[in-house]
């Protein structure tokens, strides 16, 4: 198993930049793909950006392209997610996820949340206009 603790939630104003950090321990075989979700209550949650470790070959929704960035730092442990030019609808509780699912090629389907069964508790992301 993997255990995962998200940090760097804040509150922000539109077009500003924040960067959220995920804490991983445990066995890496459970985090050969690793990923960000996001959800706002009463709504499903949904994948941002994924990182296969192998090649650290990265998947973005069309959402995020161009404004974040999902990056991992092995000898930490830890994956971030560089979160810039946000806009309010990008408020919302953000989860980091860890699967032993490994995609070649990455697809859609690293962002599926079927597709993780570790999860972090998660950090408050706010967009203000």
């Known amino acids: 198993q993997v255990q995962l603790l998200e940090s760097g939630g804040d509150s922000v104003q539109a077009g500003g930049a924040l960067r959220l950090s995920c804490s991983a321990s445990?066995?890496?075989?459970?985090?050969?793909?690793m990923a960000w979700f996001r959800q706002v209550p009463g709504k499903e949650r949904k994948g941002v950006a994924s990182?296969?470790?192998?090649?650290?070959?990265?998947y973005y929704a069309d959402s995020v392209k161009g404004r974040f960035t999902i990056s991992q730092d092995n000898t930490k442990n830890t994956l971030y997610l560089q979160m810039t030019r946000l806009k309010p609808e990008d408020t919302a509780m953000y989860y980091c996820?860890?699967?032993?699912?490994?995609?070649?090629?990455?697809?859609?389907?690293?962002?599926?949340?079927?597709?993780?069964?570790?999860w972090g508790q998660g950090t408050q992301v706010t967009v203000s206009s």
């Open positions: 445990g066995s890496e075989y459970f985090r050969n793909t």
């Open positions: 996820a860890a699967t032993s699912s490994a995609w070649d090629p990455v697809t859609e389907d690293s962002l599926s949340v079927r597709s993780y069964h570790n």
């Open positions: 990182i296969r470790a192998f090649g650290g070959v990265t």
